[in-house]
């Protein structure tokens, strides 16, 4: 559509785009732009990103330093354009450098999110290093507005302005917004009438700032940065703006951005190759001061390339920037084209790169499964304190949680730790963050931001302070999108060496939850069974009976359904750390498949192990009955899938709860009516669907399904794991 093409035609060009339509199209580019950079200013924890790049600053100096330094020295001998005025030739390709070796934060969180990386360690790392270069080019441009005036008197009236505008920002605007934040009740909107004057001030916040001699969009920046991020102000200013911004101003951006572009103005090719060798040389110069840098944090330089490909994403702000170079006659029309055409051929190799390299090493720190790090129910010795990471979206999924950890048996020989997690959709805020909240000042911060979590913590906390054994519960909040939220969780699991998981079902009072709610978290919990580094506990309390049992009984009874395989066998060690706990008794169904000689070598051997490692672990829970008489076991022989379902059927009993694994061995449940329970069997496994189906005592009893691993991880590995824990404990349990 612009000169390029189609505008070469005077008369498309007249018809389509006429001069009165012309402004109209760049004062709706240049509203989408301000609105764009306050939104993006709003979203960021200025704090919390501070913070990270505290211990990164040299990921975030070092390669914007080495970019300029060379795009500089090369520019000084080899650009020498013939449109620009010899006076300007210097300020031009110091204007440029500056430009196009920035790391700007809008321009890396828009990738991120786009890449579905925001909440993973690379992601944490790129914003808060293109934080620091955002602090660096803000603090270079007031350096520049205070010192290019020619007379003192100008400066210090310059200087002057910055200072009432900041002022007038931090004193007056801060504590209006601030009272606004406080008088709203929680859970309750924001006043309309407080939106609508706050995204008018965004309009007259750039006015200010284009009137004081800086940037028009420094204003709308320093409101942004002024506004708390995240609810109740925060969310409801990006839910009420961001969709009419990014899908109606902003795309006016990007066709004024086109219509300026023209590569037919690219005719001095010798000006051509020299900005685009100065422009490679200086992205590879970020990229090896990324990895340089990289390597004294003790990353590795493969994911320092990584790091420093995300670094040399470029975006919209750039564009400005350009823009700005153009209307100052800094840049003519063939090195604006060039320097556009950059900007989007960068981005465009750049991201599909990140992507491809994350895929295949997604942590800059991982643990492997061979050392013993990523740990399960089974490989946990009994003498050591037992981690836990409980998952929770609501306060009505804690009773449950509580109920199933009291269950877990903490004793002093083996205290429970209890990573307690509140997951909340990212709304408000550009950074995720998984924070521990134990202290007074974060408490006051959730309790203006996130109320609820304050109330999730508490009966966690009390829930410690009355268990019957020691139990430590360590408060944690996860805010992230959806998509991305099981990253921090899976991450702080290899961290902490935890080999147990729990989550809520999505069904779990989902009278209490809208339909995209629900639809969303049973996403979240696939991902969580994708990629889990340990043991996963799916708690399924419909109707939460736990909360009932805790209550009332004083003696439990747990059923365990065992066919076998790494996840049964993993339910069955859970059920036996349970069986400890002198109130409960554990009663032990375990179905024998009658053998079909249909596999070839291989498999059969693969079905061997698997059946050794199932019988170390039914000895040693037949091994608890001579120490505890709370224990009992049944073994069922079935032909089939079917007689399996109809045996389970057969055992309806009065449970307070039912553990079985997700996955069983190898073609133990296939056939004809495997297609009755469907409904979340991708969940829950086809015997896990049906145990919490209305077809097993109506549904009422809580159900446990157990995940060993997520599906990615080897089974291989895993056996390995098992193979050399249960014989070990097989052997502890014979002295």
Known sequence: MGPTVMGRYKTYWDTIFPPVQFVYLLLSSFVGVIYFMFLVTLKMDIKMTLKAAKSNWLLGIIPFLASLVVMLALFSVYYNPKKISPQNVTPSYISISFVMSLTNFPVVFDALIELNLTATEFGQIALSSSM????????????????????????????????????????????????????????????????????????????????????????????????????????????????????????????????????????????????????????????????????????????????????????????????????KKLVDEAIYSQLVCCVVVTTATTTPLVKLLYKNHPRICALKLYEGQVRMIQNTPRNTEFRIISCVYNEENVCGATTLIEWCNPVLESPICVYAIHLIELMGKTSPILLPINNGRKNNFLSVNYPDTNHIMRAFKNYSNNSSGPVTVLPYINVSPYKSMHDAICNLAQDKMVPFIIIPFHENDNMDLIFEIATSIRKVNSRFQENVPCTLGILVDKYSRLRACNKSNLFTNIGIFFIGGPDDREALALGIRMSERANIKVSLFRFIIAKKNTCDEEECEKEDVDALLDEGIIDEFKSMRYRNCNVSWYEIMVNDAVEVLDEVNSLEGNYDLVIVGRRHSDGSLNGDRMETFIENAQILGILGDMLSSAEFCMGLIPVLVTQCGGVSVNSNKLDKLDSIDVSHRSLLSTK
């Open 132 to 327: 620091i270069n955002d602090i660096l080019i803000w603090t270079f441009q007031m350096i520049h507005g205070l010192t290019s005036k020619q007379e003192v008197e100008n400066t210090i009236i310059n200087l002057c302005s910055w200072l009432f505008f900041l002022s007038f920002n931090i004193f007056v605007l801060r504590p209006a917004v601030a009272f606004i934040v406080r008088t709203t009740p929680a859970g309750k909107p924001v006043k309309e009438v407080y939106i609508i004057l706050i995204l008018v001030g965004v309009m007259a916040m750039a006015g200010v700032g284009e009137v004081l001699g800086i940037s028009f969009f420094s204003g709308p920046i320093v409101l942004g940065m002024v506004i708390p991020s995240g609810p109740p102000l925060g969310t409801t200013l990006v839910e009420k703006s961001e969709f009419l911004i990014n899908e109606c101003f902003l795309p006016f951006f990007a066709v004024y951005i086109g219509m300026r572009t023209d590569l037919f103005a690219l005719k001095d090719w010798y000006l051509f190759y020299t900005l685009q060798g100065v422009i490679l040389a200086a992205d590879v110069a970020k990229l090896l001061a990324c990895i340089l840098a990289s390597l004294t944090y003790n990353i590795s330089p493969r994911h320092g390339t990584i790091l420093g490909l995300m670094l040399n994403i470029k975006g919209i702000t750039q564009l400005i920037g350009l823009t700005q170079l153009r209307k």
